[in-house]
């Protein structure tokens, strides 16, 4: 057993050394123990690096990336893991592109959570003022940070409050801005930092700009948890700002405008019926992309970016077919290349089919979405949508005419045999409609909501070989 004792400082480095190693003598993950800081050598020992490097390995830079995010997570298991993927992108390159994978989606939770932290510190952290002896101001700020991020953001510190001194206490680490130079000490408990004469204007800015008719404690409490409250001088303003706020969103509301007149919903019918609609008779797919790029068929064209028509030869004698474009995809103009796209693009390679040889596209061709804040949370899209987004799913069957549809989700199921029956019995059967067979499976994105991660490596081997039995298909001679 190789048992590997990280620094609390400089850890992504040593870990990385270690890991090339090991990893360049095959040694397997079970094979090796981490541990951060002097823990000791263990009950048996511990048994010494091999010599020299080993053998080369390969691995992507978004790897690298990944691993200096996640080695500063306090799960004690984060160097493991790590190395876990590190071996195993030596017999599968392409890894991190599986999002379903449950080793790639557990390091994509710690590196988010890692991510986060960082991001509160920067916004989290207040300076006060201490007396200071030279030209220099001097300043000093307490923080407690779920993670050991304090060395790998000290450098956002650094430029960003170059032109004085300042330190940033934890109780892990502290960071010493001093005359332009860096360096760190041991944590230590909360110091008595005096008031600062900003802090009063700051709390009446914060107040001022404070809107009542948007409170949501919720979302709230998990941007700003309560845990950095006591160390932030505008929130002291809080209970006072929620307790007026209901008698401040009435009078916002009776200085607000009137209604508009009910004529503006018949001039907004009319301005919409006059809106170009795709013409009647398409003979080709380059006519019905440029003709869905103008559908006014449902309210969803009028906040989507664009409509995402589908893509692949036209000759595609496969054809898969999703329920609407993400964000990604209504950004881009192009089906799967999100998340979701991920996922299915890896289970289209282990069931042995080329992107590049089959039809992609979507039941609805804007993308619906709820905003929240700066973020478009996907909506399903209501039968009313689906049914008049058909007209264009069904042009494209009847241009590309596919051997074979793949059904994947509910919805697309829905539009493509007119069924709304639970899709988990359907699933891995072929059922035959006027416009060709039809294939129903799980859609990626339920892959990637699935939260039980048993569940879910089921539903990617389903989807894998439902993709494996549709290439069959429409692969098999006619009439076979």
Known sequence: MHRIALPERGTFEAWRDAARTLAGHDIPPEAVEWTLGDAGAGLFGSDPLPPGPGHPLAVPRAFLDLAETVILHRDPAAPALLYQALTGLQRRPRLLADAADPLVRR???????????????????????????????????????????????????????????????????????????LSFAPGAPRPDLPDDAAEELWATYFANIFNPARIKLGSMRLHMPRKYWKNMPETAQIPAMLAAAEGRVQAMAAAAATESPARAAAISARYRAAMPRAPERIGSLEEARAACAL???????????????????????????????????????????????????????????????????????????????KRRLHQRPDQHEVSHCRWWLDLERELVRPRLTVALGATAALALTGSGA???????????????????????????????????AIMRRDLVKDLALALSLAAAPAGG
């Open 422 to 456: 639970d899709l988990t019995r359907r699933r891995g059967q072929v059922e035959q409609t006027l416009a060709g067979p039809v294939l129903p499976s799980w859609h990626p994105s339920a892959i990637l909501r699935q939260p039980d991660r048993d569940r879910a």
């Open 107 to 181: 390091l994509r939770l710690l590196e988010k959570s890692v991510r986060r932290d960082i991001h509160k510190m920067r916004a989290f952290v207040r300076f006060r003022e201490l007396p200071s002896a030279s030209a220099r101001r001097r300043f000093a700020a307490w923080f407690e940070p779920e993670h050991r991020i304090v060395e790998a953001n000290a450098g956002f510190f650094t430029r960003r409050f170059a032109d004085m001194d300042w330190a940033i206490h934890t109780p892990d680490l502290s960071a010493l801005w001093t005359d332009g130079a």
């Open 295 to 373: 559908c006014t068929r449902c309210g969803l064209c009028e906040a989507a970016t664009q409509a995402v028509f589908g893509e692949g030869p036209a000759e595609a004698a496969l054809m898969l077919v999703g329920e609407q474009p993400g964000d990604h995809e209504d950004l881009q103009g192009r089906p799967f290349v999100g998340p979701a796209g991920q996922v299915l693009d890896a289970a289209m390679a282990e069931a042995g089919i080329a992107r590049d040889r089959v039809w992609l596209t979507n039941a609805v061709k804007h993308f619906k979405f709820v905003p929240r804040g």
